[in-house]
């Protein structure tokens, strides 16, 4: 739908709205724009965002954000014209609605007239993959969506390829695992975007749709690292675009939390970052910096530009290594070292806590003890075999998460703990040793039905089992080689 331009400074000659607009679904806005600016890059120069009005009056600003297509021709890519402007959200509700197209230039301010269309749902259960939201709890170290519990399950990678091809194949690998998450660096060789100040490499940030795209199809949730540790100190730092050395604003890593002009710079490029993919509901969340504990009063202002630019995309982490009073009050996710004593951090913050998994052979014993030690995530390094991670995210689709879960160690050889539910309970033991017992808290006194099942395969290893306990269980280990769980469900009193 094209409509006529209101005479202004800058001038908007119509706008196409994408076709079958859905509820909390990706809708693309083409907006044809002529103007006069050096740097599309730069909203001091040019701007352009849409005030969009949604049923009940509902309404939100969106930033629009200049950018180049790029069309494939086997695994290259080629620039498809020479960039336009668009403006990318998706509707909160069905219905009607209207977005008022805004903006200026370096001569004055201009707008368009209102542009309408309709947004419809989703039959009930015929939701595509990925569909909604992940949001934290209220209140509780959980993840969300849609209003019910989400526990993500997946691989943690170290490094991205940069053909499409290659993009999918690993992505399609981490999804047959079984994983529905993936932890994915943006600052290796062809996915930096800011590789110089105010210029976003366009390849780049085609590759981020491209990977965010992809894992839409795919059912995966995507949580991406901005920066590297390695770009932030030593040597690194010298290469980095905002150190003196390259013509920024600051001469060491300090000067870049604490700079007027590094800040405002850094604000510019997440409102590039988050215009061009908070649309997408693959996009679970962003960790600012990897492998660095960036300064608590610097990660509230940066996670405030991010709030206020998206109401979805509100997973925002750091790194953090110490307990601190002063800490970061906006973020909503911790991101902490394996050797963090969880129970510390959940009883204090409420927060959920995503586990950065070190090297190891067996990813998948790693995401088992991720979870089992109270992390809200399941996570191991690198892609195990096809089907690993199944019986994984099986075990936390049957267990009642929205009853809240109290992780707790459990005596014996080796690594064993449980969770703890209202109407269940999981314990988990990397070595069983056969025919030994093991004694777990309770939760609710009462009788519970349940049954061991190898860890590996999902498959039951022992008979199901009746037993009436108070306070605590009273467990025989199985017979086997492998790592088994315990899964009861309390059926009386």
């Given at each position: 739908?094209?409509?006529?331009?209101?005479?202004?400074?800058?001038?908007?000659?119509?706008?196409?709205?994408?076709?079958?607009?859905?509820?909390?679904?990706?809708?693309?806005?083409?907006?044809?724009?002529?103007?006069?600016?050096?740097?599309?890059?730069?909203?001091?120069?040019?701007?352009?965002?849409?005030?969009?009005?949604?049923?009940?009056?509902?309404a939100?600003?969106?930033?629009?954000?200049?950018?180049?297509?790029?069309?494939?021709?086997?695994?290259?890519?080629?620039?498809?014209?020479?960039?336009?402007?668009?403006?990318?959200?998706?509707?909160?509700?069905?219905?009607?609605?209207?977005?008022?197209?805004r903006?200026f230039?370096?001569?004055?301010?201009?707008?368009?007239?209102?542009?309408?269309?309709?947004?419809?749902?989703?039959?009930?259960?015929?939701?595509?993959?990925?569909?909604?939201?992940?949001?934290?709890?209220?209140?509780?170290?959980?993840?969300?969506?849609?209003?019910?519990?989400?526990?993500?399950?997946?691989?943690?990678l170290?490094?991205?390829?940069?053909?499409?091809?290659?993009?999918?194949?690993?992505?399609?690998?981490?999804?047959?695992?079984?994983?529905d998450?993936?932890?994915?660096?943006?600052?290796?060789?062809?996915?930096?975007?800011?590789?110089?100040?105010?210029?976003y490499?366009?390849?780049?940030?085609?590759?981020?749709?491209?990977?965010?795209?992809?894992?839409?199809?795919?059912?995966?949730?995507?949580?991406?690292?901005?920066?590297?540790?390695?770009?932030?100190?030593?040597?690194?730092?010298?290469?980095?675009?905002?150190?003196?050395?390259?013509?920024?604003?600051?001469?060491?890593?300090?000067?870049?939390?604490?700079?007027?002009?590094?800040?405002?710079?850094?604000?510019?490029?997440?409102?590039y970052?988050?215009?061009?993919n908070?649309?997408?509901?693959?996009?679970?969340?962003?960790?600012?910096?990897?492998?660095?504990?960036p300064?608590?009063?610097?990660?509230?202002?940066?996670s405030?530009?991010?709030?206020?630019?998206?109401?979805?995309?509100?997973?925002?982490?750091?790194?953090?290594?110490?307990?601190?009073?002063l800490?970061?009050?906006?973020?909503?996710?911790?991101?902490?070292?394996?050797?963090?004593?969880?129970?510390?951090?959940?009883?204090?913050?409420?927060?959920?806590?995503?586990?950065?998994?070190?090297?190891?052979?067996?990813?998948?014993?790693?995401?088992?003890?991720?979870?089992?030690?109270?992390?809200?995530?399941?996570?191991?390094?690198g892609?195990?075999?096809?089907?690993?991670?199944?019986?994984?995210?099986?075990?936390?689709?049957?267990?009642?998460w929205?009853?809240?879960?109290?992780?707790?160690?459990?005596?014996?050889?080796?690594?064993?703990?449980?969770?703890?539910?209202?109407?269940?309970?999981?314990?988990?033991?990397?070595?069983?040793?056969?025919?030994?017992?093991?004694?777990?808290?309770?939760?609710?006194?009462?009788?519970?039905e349940?049954?061991?099942?190898?860890?590996?395969?999902?498959?039951?290893?022992?008979?199901?089992?009746?037993?009436?306990?108070?306070?605590?269980?009273?467990?025989?280990?199985?017979?086997?080689?492998?790592?088994?769980?315990?899964?009861?469900?309390?059926?009386g009193?």
């Open positions: 739908m094209l409509l006529a331009v209101l005479a202004a400074s800058i001038a908007f000659h119509g706008a196409t709205v994408s076709d079958d607009p859905r509820y909390l679904s990706p809708v693309e806005i083409h907006v044809a724009v002529e103007g006069k600016w050096d740097n599309p890059f730069d909203p001091n120069e040019v701007s352009v965002w849409a005030r969009v009005v949604g049923t009940r009056d509902v939100t600003d969106v930033p629009g954000f200049w950018m180049v297509s790029y069309e494939t021709a086997g695994d290259s890519l080629q620039p498809a014209g020479k960039g336009e402007w668009r403006i990318r959200f998706a509707p909160w509700n069905t219905g009607a609605y209207g977005v008022f197209v903006g230039d370096r001569e004055g301010p201009g707008e368009l007239e209102k542009v309408g269309f309709r947004v419809e749902g989703f039959e009930k259960g015929k939701e595509p993959l990925g569909f909604g939201y992940v949001i934290p709890s209220e209140n509780r170290p959980t993840f969300e969506v849609e209003q019910k519990p989400f526990v993500p399950v997946g691989c943690y170290e490094d991205l390829p940069t053909k499409p091809s290659e993009i999918e194949a690993i992505l399609r690998k981490v999804a047959e695992t079984g994983s998450f993936v932890s994915v660096p943006l600052y290796g060789m062809g996915w930096r975007l800011e590789r110089r100040l105010l210029d490499d366009q390849e780049a940030a085609w590759r981020v749709d491209w990977l965010l795209e992809t894992a839409q199809r795919l059912g995966l949730r995507v949580f991406v690292r901005l920066e590297g540790g390695q770009d932030l100190n030593g040597a690194g730092w010298s290469r980095h675009p905002y150190a003196k050395e390259q013509n920024g604003p600051c001469a060491t890593l300090q000067d870049f939390w604490t700079s007027l002009p590094a800040r405002q710079l850094y604000k510019k490029f997440l409102r970052f988050v215009a061009r908070a649309w997408r509901s693959s996009l679970m969340g962003i960790q600012f910096f990897d492998g660095v504990a300064p608590a009063y610097w990660l509230d202002e940066m405030q530009v991010v709030y206020e630019l998206h109401p979805y995309l509100v997973v925002q982490a750091a790194l953090r290594t110490a307990d601190n009073d800490d970061s009050k906006r973020l909503n996710t911790w991101v902490l070292p394996e050797s963090a004593v969880l129970s510390t951090w959940r009883n204090k913050t409420k927060k959920p806590i995503l586990l950065v998994p070190a090297q190891t052979d067996d990813p998948v014993a790693q995401a088992w003890r991720q979870l089992f030690a109270g992390a809200s995530a399941a996570v191991g390094y892609v195990p075999s096809k089907g690993a991670l199944a019986p994984l995210r099986d075990l936390i689709s049957a267990l009642p929205a009853e809240g879960a109290d992780a707790r160690k459990v005596e014996t050889d080796g690594f064993a703990a449980t969770l703890l539910f209202d109407s269940a309970m999981a314990v988990y033991v990397q070595s069983p040793k056969a025919g030994a017992m093991l004694t777990v808290p309770l939760r609710r006194s009462g009788t519970y349940g049954v061991w099942r190898d860890c590996k395969t999902g498959a039951p290893i022992s008979e199901q089992t009746r037993s009436s306990w108070k306070d605590q269980a009273e467990i025989t280990m199985p017979e086997t080689g492998s790592p088994a769980v315990f899964v009861a469900k309390r059926t009193r």
